[in-house]
């Protein structure tokens, strides 16, 4: 979901006015799509450690206790608002569990502190398989997934999180620049050149 509906306009002005089912019921409208960010930016080592459903309870408890300063001050996108304290939380998580050795996303790249740990490129090279790759072609599987974390963990950190946020956290340009903390304008080049790399790796047998 891109943007918002007559739907979660409606849930919000009730959630502004102090209800917390409609709060609740807005969060149930993005849960799929911040499942998939945290699935595509949890560091590998916590798998079978931490549950998905606990890092987006979490977000929500605290999304419950910080939506009045939301309102008084909006700024981002709900949804984009959303996912910085999914983001941060997935962060803390990551500190908590791996102390020195998480990563920080600031020291990687320079990052919004709202896109959250940059995602993997285990993560991102399985979901952009799954999407393409036919049950004929699963014995050459492992070899293109190898050959494709090679072309993202080659590419410009900053150009595979645009990549990330466009094609599978379905962002959209504008929202993709303001998670990042840049210009609409970068935003598209890095993403053409981004898909450019992509395309040429998928071309090639």
């Known amino acids: 979901m891109q943007g918002t509906t007559a739907n979660t306009e409606d849930l919000l002005r009730q959630a502004e006015q102090g209800s917390r089912q409609a709060l609740g019921a807005l969060f149930a409208c993005y849960e799929k799509r911040l499942e998939r960010m945290v699935r595509?930016?949890?560091?590998?080592?916590?798998?079978?450690?931490?549950?998905?459903?606990?890092?987006?309870?979490?977000a929500y408890?605290?999304?419950?206790?910080?939506?009045?300063?939301?309102?008084?001050?909006?700024?981002?996108?709900?949804?984009?608002?959303?996912?910085?304290?999914?983001?941060?939380?997935?962060?803390?998580?990551?500190?908590?569990?791996?102390?020195?050795?998480?990563?920080?996303?600031?020291?990687?790249?320079?990052?919004?502190?709202?896109?959250?740990?940059?995602?993997?490129?285990?993560?991102?090279?399985?979901?952009?398989?799954?999407?393409?790759?036919s049950p004929s072609e699963a014995a050459s599987r492992a070899?293109?997934?190898?050959?494709?974390?090679?072309?993202?963990?080659?590419?410009d950190p900053l150009d595979r999180e645009v990549l990330v946020l466009r094609h599978l956290?379905?962002?959209?340009n504008a929202e993709t620049a303001?998670?990042?903390?840049?210009q609409e304008s970068a935003a598209s080049k890095r993403h053409l050149r981004a898909l450019k790399r992509l395309r040429q790796m998928l071309k090639s047998p």
């Open 40 to 58: 595509l930016r949890m560091d590998r080592r916590l798998q079978g450690r931490v549950d998905s459903a606990d890092v987006l309870q979490d």
């Open 61 to 133: 408890l605290a999304a419950l206790e910080g939506f009045p300063r939301y309102v008084q001050k909006p700024g981002a996108s709900f949804f984009l608002w959303l996912r910085g304290i999914v983001g941060h939380k997935l962060m803390d998580i990551h500190r908590h569990h791996l102390g020195a050795l998480a990563r920080d996303a600031r020291r990687e790249v320079s990052l919004s502190p709202r896109a959250g740990p940059p995602a993997t490129s285990e993560a991102v090279a399985a979901e952009l398989l799954a999407r393409r790759t």
């Open 143 to 155: 070899e293109r997934r190898q050959r494709l974390e090679e072309v993202l963990d080659g590419m």
């Open 169 to 172: 956290e379905q962002l959209t």
């Open 178 to 182: 303001e998670a990042l903390g840049i």
